[in-house]
């Protein structure tokens, strides 16, 4: 089974450039995450997607930052315009979004961006 | 608000030696808890879980955990560590299945021969 698929792997930007990330969860999985991971920190989350639904976009900065996941498959998660705090790994899991106890989140590689 | 700490940002061990990394957790119900393995340039694998069955959960590599609600603790550790256990390790938590995870800061790990 094909784990979750991200790209760019790396991306080095001015700022106040736009970027993009993609990412392709694992066939099925109906839940679909992005998390932002600072250096020297654990990740945290950005958006939550249930299908083609926003569960949690709580801490997602609406004014530069946006996310869509077309058709409840793949996903992709923009920045424009790129500040200099931007600079992370952004990670992007996927789980099957099944009721139940527990629901394995599977993380992919990430994308790590440099804001210059 | 849930929180997770992992105390020490840093741990060295020798090979073979114990390994003990720690992590208190707050939440203001009955949590799941995880902790993360992340090893340079890849994403982050799931070492183990708890979910309110067993309080001493046993996880891949030789890992396993103890979760002491009168604590609120989670601490992870292993009996005799490799080298290849040289790596970046979070504990996480989440008060609901299907929801995000709360992260800790993660605590890196080195194993010297």
């Known amino acids: 089974e094909a784990g979750v698929a991200q790209s760019p792997r790396y991306k080095i930007i001015e700022k106040r450039q736009s970027v993009a990330f993609w990412c392709n969860p694992i066939?099925?999985?109906?839940?679909l995450y992005w998390y932002q991971q600072i250096l020297g920190q654990g990740p945290k989350l950005l958006i939550q997607?249930?299908?083609?639904?926003?569960?949690?976009d709580s801490q997602l900065p609406k004014d530069r930052f946006s996310a869509e996941r077309l058709k409840g498959v793949d996903s992709t998660l923009k920045i424009q315009p790129a500040k200099l705090e931007d600079s992370a790994v952004y990670l992007c899991?996927?789980?099957?979004?099944?009721?139940?106890?527990?629901?394995?989140?599977?993380f992919g590689p990430g994308t790590r961006l440099t804001v210059l | 608000a849930q929180s997770v700490t992992q105390l020490g940002s840093h741990v060295s061990v020798s090979e073979g030696a114990l390994v003990l990394l720690r992590c208190n957790y707050s939440?203001?119900?009955?949590?799941?808890l995880f902790w993360y393995v992340q090893y340079p340039n890849q994403g982050l694998q799931l070492l183990l879980k708890?979910?309110?069955?067993?309080?001493l959960v046993k996880g891949i590599n030789g890992f396993e955990a103890e979760f002491k609600k009168s604590e609120t603790s989670f601490h992870l550790t292993k009996p005799s560590a490799h080298m290849s256990d040289a790596a970046e390790y979070f504990c996480?938590?989440?008060?609901?299945?299907?929801?995000?995870?709360?992260f800790g800061k993660g605590t890196t790990l080195s194993v010297s021969s």
């Open positions: 899991a996927s789980s099957t979004g099944l009721a139940g106890e527990f629901d394995e989140q599977f």
């Open positions: 066939s099925g999985h109906a839940t």
């Open positions: 997607f249930q299908n083609n639904g926003v569960v949690d």
């Open positions: 939440s203001s119900v009955p949590p799941y």
């Open positions: 708890y979910t309110s069955a067993a309080t």
């Open positions: 996480a938590l989440s008060n609901q299945a299907g929801t995000a995870l709360i």
